[in-house]
C-alpha cells in the first residue's frame, strides 16, 4: 500500500556475481561484483563507457546478464523487463523524466495504478494517498498542478514519489543533478540522504565527483567495463576517484604528431559563436595543427562543431576560413573547405541502405558526373581509389551496412578525402571502433593534418585527445573553460576542468 | 545525444543470420517470381490472354497509371508519400477537357494538353513545399490536398459540361493523342515507355538520382553530406503531380470523357501505391526501382485481367488484391528484419 510503503521500506539487498553482458560480440561489462547495501547510497562513477549505465540497466530489468548471476534477497533473480525489476522494488530515475506532462502531480505519481471505485478513479483517496507520500519525502508541490509546465527539478521529485508510490526499495538515479539549479540540487541531496536512512537503497550515477563524495555510502569505479574498486566514499578523494576512473595509460597506441608551424596560417576562426547549446565561444585552428575538443558527453562539443559546419543556425558571432566568413549552411561550408564527421555514423554519417561505393562518393557527387550524369567508369575508380587511400578492401557494390563500425568510419574519412579540405572535424572519429581500425583512423588525422589541414578533434576519451591533439580545449556548458597544450595538456588537468562542480556552476 | 554508443545495443555488429542466405538478393526476386508464375499460369490457362490484342489492350490501359505509379515511385523512395495523385490526375483530366470544350479545335486540345499538364505541376510543387518547408507530414498534407483538389476539380468542370453528365471531348483534334498507334502500338504506350525509361535513368544514373535515394535512405546524414533534402524531396513531389497531369490528359484522350468520380481518384491513388508496394519499393523511403513498380502495376494488372478471361467472380478481385499486398509488405519487413 502507497501510504505504508512511504514509511519504513521493505529491505532490499541486490547484489551482482561475476556478471558480464555484451553488445555484438563486444564485452561491455566483464565480471562485475557489486553487493548495493539496503539503508545506503552507493554511487556508480566512471568515464563515459565505463559501463554505468549497462550496469544499472542490468539491476533495472532493461538488459539480462549474460554470464554471472543476480541476486535479489540471496536468490537469483532475472528479469525479462523493467516491469519485473519494478515489481520487485527497483526504480530508476532517468535523465530523461518519463511523465505525461498534461496530467497533473498527483495523477502522475499514481499513474498506472489509481485509486478506484467501480472502475472509476477515486479522486479523495488518490489526493489522500499523495499527500501521504508528500509528507513522508517533505516537497511541496502542489497535487492539482500540471506537470508540464513544473519546473525539471520538480518534475523530478514527481518521478522520486512515484517510486516511493510503487513501493520501490532500490532506486537508481541517473545523473540526476545534472539539470538542476545549485539550490535544488542542495534540496535533492536532502532527499537523497533521507530515502536511504528510511532503509531504501539508492543508486547514483553522477560525474560529478564532489557530489558523489558528498552524498555516497559507498563508490564504487568502473573502468573500461571492468569494476576497478568498491570503497566506503570516507576513504575516497578526487584524485583517487580520477586515478581510478583513467587507470594505466596503455602505451603508444597513437601515431606521432605532426610539427606545426607556430606561425601557421589561421584556418578557422571562430569568434564569440552563439547557437543552440553553444554560449560564446572563441578560438583558431591553425593548418596543420590538431586541436581537440574535450569534455562530457552533453557539454556543448557536437554543438560547437554543427555550429561551424552551418548544419544549425548561428544566433551570433562568426565562422571564418581563411579570414572570409563562412556563409551558414552545409553547401556552403563544404564550399568554403570544411568538412564534418558526425558523431553518430548510423544516424548522421552513411545511408546504411546503400551500396559502399554511394555512400564514399555522396557528398561531392560533381566529380563523377558531369551535368548530373553519373559516369559508372570514373565513380566507379573515384570510389576505389578512396577507399584504398582509407584501407577499406572488398566489393564497393555491398551494401555499406555490411561494413565493421571501424571501416564504416573509414568510408566517412573516404568522403572527407575526396576534395581537399582546409578543416576537419571529426566528431568521436573511433567510437564503436575496434582497435585495429583505431590506429587506422588515428593515422589518417595525423595524414590530414600533415598535408596541411586544420583538424578539429571530438572525443569523450581523454587519452585519445591527449594523443592526437597539438593542443586541447575542454567544454563545459556549452563555453570553453579551459585551454592546455605542451606539458599542462595531461588527463588530470583535462579532466579536472571538464567535471565541474554543479553548486559552482549553478552560481556562476 | 546518446550516452555512448558501448553502452548501447545499436553498437552490435551489423551481421547476423548465415552468409550464405545474406547473399540471396531477397528482396530483388519478391515480385519477379510471381509475376512470371502468374504470367505462365494465364498464358496456359486462358488461350485468350498471350494474344497480341489482349496484352495491347492491357498495356494502353495501364499506360496512364504506370506514368503516376512510376513517378509515385520517386517520391515514396525520397521519403514522401503523395495521396493525391488520383484527385490530380481526374482534377488535370477536368482542366484539359474543360479548355477543350471551351476554347475548341486544335488550338483547344493544344492549350488543353499544356494547362493540364501544368496544373498537375503546380499541384506537385505545392504538394512538395507543404510537407517539407511547412513541416507537414506528406501523409497528412497529400490527403488535404486531395480533398481540395477534388472540390476544385467540380468548381472547374461546372464550366466544361451543359447540364448533368460528363466533361466530352470527341473531337479528333485531341483524340489523336489516344488513337494513333505508330509501328502498331498505341501512342498512350509508347508515351508510357518513354516516361518509365527515363525516370527509370534518372533514377539509377543520376546525381538527383543518388540524392533521392538519400534523402529517404537517411535524411540527416543526406542533410549533413550537403545534400538539400527539401529540394530534393519537392522535386519529387513535382514529378509526381505533372506524371498524374500527363495520364490524366492521355486517359481523358482514350476515354474521352472526363471522369468525375471521387471514388476513380481514389481507386488510382490505391492501385498505384499498390503497384509501388508488391513491386518491392519500400514505403519507409530510402529503396525501391522504377521497374519493380512496372512489375507489381503490371502484375495487377495481369491479375485482374486473368480474372475476367477465366470469368471468376470480380468480388474476389479486391480480396486477393489485399493479400497480396499484405504478403508483399510482409515479406519487405521480413527481409528488413533479417538484414539488421
Known amino acids: 500500500m502507497p501510504h505504508t510503503a512511504a514509511a519504513v521500506a521493505p529491505q532490499l539487498l541486490v547484489e551482482l556475481r561475476g556478471a558480464g553482458k555484451s553488445f555484438g560480440g563486444v564485452p561491455v561489462l566483464t565480471g562485475i561484483d557489486l553487493r548495493l547495501e539496503p539503508g545506503s547510497v552507493h554511487a556508480l562513477v566512471g568515464e563515459n563507457g565505463a559501463g554505468k549505465s549497462t550496469l544499472s540497466k542490468i539491476i533495472s530489468g532493461v538488459y539480462t546478464i549474460e554470464s554471472g548471476r543476480l541476486l535479489i534477497d540471496g536468490e537469483e533473480a532475472s528479469f525479462s523487463s523493467p516491469r519485473e525489476a519494478l515489481d520487485r522494488g527497483i526504480a530508476t530515475i532517468a535523465q530523461e523524466l518519463a511523465l505525461v506532462p498534461e496530467l497533473t502531480v498527483a495523477e502522475n505519481v499514481f499513474l498506472g495504478r489509481e485509486p478506484r471505485t467501480l472502475g472509476f478513479i477515486n479522486r479523495r483517496k488518490l489526493r489522500r494517498d499523495y499527500l501521504a507520500i508528500a509528507e513522508s519525502t517533505g516537497f511541496e508541490l502542489d497535487p492539482d498542478a500540471t506537470v508540464g509546465g513544473m519546473r525539471t527539478a520538480d518534475q523530478q521529485k514527481v518521478e522520486i514519489m512515484r517510486a516511493l508510490a510503487r513501493g520501490a526499495s532500490l532506486i537508481i538515479m541517473d545523473e540526476p543533478t545534472a539539470a538542476l539549479s545549485a539550490h535544488d540540487t542542495v534540496l535533492l541531496h536532502g532527499v537523497v540522504r533521507q530515502l536511504a536512512a528510511s532503509g531504501r537503497t539508492v543508486v547514483l550515477i553522477s560525474h560529478f565527483l564532489s557530489e558523489v563524495l558528498d552524498l555516497a555510502d559507498t563508490i564504487t569505479i568502473l573502468r573500461d567495463g571492468r569494476l576497478i574498486r568498491t570503497a566506503p566514499a570516507s576513504e575516497e578523494t578526487d584524485s583517487s576517484l580520477i586515478e581510478g576512473m583513467l587507470g594505466r595509460s596503455l602505451g603508444s597506441v597513437f601515431p606521432d604528431k605532426p610539427d606545426v608551424v607556430s606561425q601557421g596560417e589561421v584556418v578557422l576562426r571562430v569568434t564569440d559563436l552563439v547557437a543552440p547549446g553553444v554560449y560564446g565561444v572563441s578560438f583558431d585552428v591553425r593548418a596543420g595543427e590538431i586541436v581537440g575538443l574535450a569534455g562530457l558527453v552533453g557539454a556543448g562539443r557536437s554543438e560547437i562543431a554543427h555550429a561551424i559546419f552551418g548544419s544549425v543556425a548561428i544566433a551570433a558571432g562568426t565562422v571564418e576560413i581563411e579570414g572570409v566568413e563562412t556563409s551558414g549552411s552545409i553547401p556552403g561550408a563544404l564550399k568554403s573547405g570544411i568538412f564534418l564527421i558526425p558523431e553518430s555514423r548510423k544516424e548522421q554519417g552513411l545511408v546504411l541502405g546503400r551500396p559502399i561505393r554511394d555512400n564514399v562518393t555522396l557528398s561531392n557527387m560533381g566529380q563523377i558526373a558531369t551535368g548530373g550524369w553519373v559516369s559508372a567508369g570514373v565513380e566507379r575508380r573515384a570510389s576505389r581509389s578512396l577507399l584504398d587511400r582509407v584501407t577499406v578492401a572488398g566489393d564497393d557494390r555491398r551494401n555499406v551496412s555490411a561494413l565493421s563500425g571501424g571501416n564504416q568510419q573509414k568510408v566517412l574519412f573516404g568522403r572527407a578525402l575526396q576534395r581537399s579540405r582546409k578543416l576537419l572535424i571529426a566528431d568521436e572519429p573511433t567510437r564503436g571502433v575496434d582497435v585495429g581500425s583505431r590506429r587506422a583512423i588515428y593515422d589518417l588525422i595525423v595524414e590530414q593534418a600533415a598535408n596541411g589541414i586544420g583538424v578539429l578533434v571530438i572525443s569523450s576519451d581523454v587519452e585519445e585527445v591527449i594523443g592526437l591533439a597539438h593542443r586541447v580545449l575542454v567544454v563545459r556548458g556549452g563555453t570553453i573553460v579551459g585551454e592546455f597544450a605542451g606539458r599542462a595538456m595531461t588527463e588530470e588537468n583535462i579532466i579536472t576542468a571538464a567535471f565541474a562542480d554543479p553548486i559552482m556552476n549553478g552560481s556562476e | ?340
Open chain 2, 1 to 340: 545525444m546518446s550516452n555512448d554508443t558501448l553502452e548501447k545495443p545499436r553498437a552490435a555488429a551489423p551481421f547476423g543470420g548465415r552468409p550464405s542466405m545474406r547473399r540471396i538478393p531477397w528482396r530483388s526476386l519478391a515480385i519477379v517470381v510471381p509475376f512470371l508464375a502468374v504470367f505462365i499460369a494465364l498464358t496456359i490457362g486462358s488461350p485468350a490472354f498471350f494474344s497480341a490484342q489482349n496484352i495491347g489492350n492491357v498495356l494502353d490501359r495501364q499506360s496512364g497509371i504506370l506514368i503516376v505509379a512510376a513517378a509515385a515511385t520517386l517520391v515514396l523512395i525520397a521519403g514522401g508519400i503523395d495521396l493525391s495523385i488520383g484527385a490530380t490526375y481526374m482534377f488535370t483530366a477536368v482542366i484539359c477537357g474543360t479548355i477543350i470544350v471551351r476554347v475548341g479545335g486544335e488550338t483547344g486540345a493544344a492549350l488543353g494538353i499544356i494547362a493540364g499538364i501544368l496544373a498537375g505541376l503546380i499541384v506537385g510543387l505545392l504538394n512538395g513545399v507543404i510537407s517539407t518547408y511547412l513541416k507537414i507530414n506528406p501523409l497528412i498534407a497529400t490527403l488535404a490536398m486531395s480533398f481540395i483538389i477534388l472540390g476544385a476539380t467540380k468548381l472547374v468542370s461546372q464550366f466544361g459540361k451543359e447540364g448533368i453528365g460528363q466533361i466530352r471531348v470527341d473531337v479528333p483534334e485531341f483524340r489523336w493523342l489516344a488513337l494513333t498507334k505508330p509501328l502498331g502500338v498505341s501512342l498512350p504506350t509508347w508515351i508510357a515507355l518513354v516516361v518509365l525509361i527515363v525516370l527509370g535513368v534518372i533514377l539509377w544514373r543520376t546525381t538527383f538520382g543518388r540524392y533521392v535515394y538519400a534523402a529517404g535512405g537517411n535524411a540527416e546524414a543526406a542533410r549533413l553530406a550537403g545534400i538539400r533534402v527539401n529540394v530534393v524531396r519537392i522535386t519529387t513531389f513535382a514529378l509526381a503531380g505533372t506524371a498524374a497531369g500527363l495520364a490524366g490528359v492521355i486517359d481523358l484522350a482514350r476515354t474521352p470523357s472526363a471522369p468525375e468520380n471521387d471514388a476513380i481518384a481514389t481507386t488510382l491513388t490505391f492501385t498505384v501505391l499498390a503497384g509501388i508496394v508488391v513491386g518491392g519499393t519500400s514505403i519507409l523511403g530510402g529503396e525501391g526501382a522504377v521497374w519493380r513498380t512496372v512489375l507489381g502495376i503490371l502484375f495487377i494488372a495481369m491479375l485482374y485481367n486473368g480474372f475476367t478471361l477465366l470469368r471468376i467472380d470480380p468480388l474476389f478481385q479486391g480480396i486477393a488484391l489485399g493479400m497480396i499486398i499484405l504478403v508483399a509488405v510482409g515479406f519487405d519487413a521480413w527481409s528488413k528484419f533479417r538484414r539488421t
